[in-house]
């Protein structure tokens, strides 16, 4: 089954987050014996952070994926000092880390406008030198989007998160009655009547044990730290991998995703979250929420169930929690009502935090 939801990566996937290039800045001018001309520097490759750029175009505009800028001139008779070489200037997305092929950050791109350089010109030649130019800096550099959605649907594989972003946005994902339908995020965006539009991430479905990196887990969780809030979805009758695997609750299901969370980066479980218990047109279903919603009131009288490795240290409190189902449509338009008033909320907050911060520093400033 994994290897069957790897094979449709190529046709659904929709989103890229991680783009790797090849840099070179330009090589210094030849200098002027003669006449101790100096050559002109090479040119420099920056990146330049633009609106309405995403990697995919990037990736689609230059599928070689090298960027070299000019050399500088060299020196003569007519120009002894060599003129520098042109720059290359690429156009990158808003919220982009930028870092070396080990891993060491060279800088970030946060609003339009920003630049960075990342391969510096040759220095052209002079006495010094010999005359002899330098050459350009030369290395692969990887460009990540910190930031890939306001909310990311978090949840076991066949939760129902394929089929709940279609119907609150205008996404249109892979759905199939297979585990691994999403291998990639696939991104839609909730229209609301006043206009304001909030971006939704299907992240890939995670399984038992993806901190350790099982079944390409951290690749899976570090699109989780992209977002602003999580929105939790599990199925309201329990979840089960496959005949091999345990079957889970819908509480199990949720302290085991507290869990994966919490060993990865427990600062995750941090982030604002919202709770859609999905699939609630099944048989039983209100006797399973009812049972559900028990348990998560008082969840420590129920940490029996689980083997003491499995339950976290600490349980997320859901700002809201909203029974769904995207066959009946049940929940959807509460739901997208919440997700709305939690953003509001946590955008306000911030604010006021952010003019608190900046009045102490006046306040410091007239002391």
């Not at 083997?307 to 449509?329: A, N, W, Y």
Request: hydrophobic fraction near 40%; charged fraction near 25%.
């Amino acid at each position: 089954m994994v290897w069957a939801g790897r094979a449709l990566l190529r046709k659904y996937g929709n989103f890229i987050d991680n783009v790797r290039v090849h840099v070179k800045g330009g090589t210094g001018g030849m200098g002027y014996p003669h006449f101790g001309g100096e050559g002109g520097r090479g040119g420099d490759v920056w990146f330049v952070a633009r609106e309405k750029i995403n990697l995919k175009s990037i990736k689609a505009r230059y599928p070689h994926k090298r960027f070299a800028a000019g050399s500088g001139a060299n020196s003569s008779v007519r120009a002894l000092k060599g003129d520098k070489g042109k720059d290359c200037e690429v156009d990158v997305p808003l919220g982009i880390t930028v870092t070396s092929d080990d891993g060491k950050k060279i800088g970030e791109l946060n609003k339009a406008g920003d630049r960075l350089l990342v391969a510096r010109g040759g220095l052209g030649g002079d006495l010094v030198t010999n005359f002899l130019p330098s050459k350009g800096q030369k290395r692969i550099v990887h460009l990540d989007l910190k930031l890939i959605a306001d909310v990311g649907l978090v949840g076991f594989p066949n939760a129902g998160k394929s089929s709940l972003l279609s119907k609150i946005s205008h996404a249109k994902p892979q759905i199939a009655d297979y585990a691994f339908t999403t291998i990639k995020p696939e991104l839609g965006k909730i229209m609301y009547p006043d206009f304001k539009q909030i971006s939704v991430a299907d992240l890939p479905g995670l399984i038992e044990g993806a901190h350790a990196n099982r079944g390409m887990g951290h690749k899976f969780l570090k699109h989780i730290e992209r977002t602003k809030q999580l929105l939790f979805v599990v199925d309201v009758s329990g979840f089960q991998l496959s005949l091999k695997t345990m079957f889970r609750t819908a509480f199990e299901t949720i302290l085991l995703l507290t869990k994966e969370l919490e060993l990865y980066d427990e600062t995750l479980q941090t982030k604002p979250a919202l709770l859609a218990v999905n699939k609630m047109d099944l048989p039983n279903a209100q006797d399973n929420l009812h049972e559900f919603m028990k348990q998560l009131q008082k969840p420590q009288d129920f940490f029996h169930l689980l083997q003491k490795e499995m339950i976290p240290q600490s349980t997320i409190e859901f700002k809201d929690i909203i029974p769904v189902s995207t066959l009946t449509g049940e929940g959807i338009e509460e739901l997208k009502t919440c997700i709305k008033n939690s953003l509001d909320e946590e955008n306000e907050k911030e604010n006021e935090d952010y003019h608190k911060k900046k009045l102490c520093i006046l306040q410091a400033l007239e002391v």
